[in-house]
């Protein structure tokens, strides 16, 4: 069994920067793939970034590519998301995900954390 916790979420203006991080613990993530998802009020969870368990692979959504940045440690058993150029679009609450099948994308996930709020103000 796999708990996956986020933190790093908060209340910024529009244009800031936030750095979100998920720690997992009851198994190591080495052959994991990891993800993001999020999910604004009143919208259904959307995929956002994914990385293979390698580091190599990564996956964006078109809506965060060249703002957002995913990375991971596997000897720390953590998985990152850094946000840059936040939009007030990008409001939402964030979620980690490991998949042990390797998936990426939007129908990735096996084991997910509880999330952490991103509020961006205009």
């Known amino acids: 069994q796999v708990q996956l916790v986020e933190s790093g979420g908060g209340l910024v203006q529009a244009g800031a920067s936030l750095r979100l991080s998920c720690t997992a613990s009851g198994h190591t993530l080495r052959t994991y793939a990891m993800g993001w998802f999020r999910q604004a009020p009143g919208k259904a969870r959307e995929f956002v970034a994914a990385i293979s368990w390698t580091g190599i692979s990564r996956h964006y959504e078109d809506f965060v590519k060249g703002r957002f940045t995913i990375a991971r440690d596997n000897a720390k058993n953590t998985v990152t998301l850094q946000m840059n150029r936040l939009e007030p679009e990008d409001t939402a609450v964030y979620y980690c995900?490991?998949?042990?099948?390797?998936?990426?994308?939007?129908?990735?996930?096996?084991?997910w954390g509880q999330g952490t709020t991103v509020t961006v103000s205009s």
């Open positions: 995900t490991a998949d042990g099948g390797g998936q990426m994308g939007p129908v990735m996930g096996n084991y």
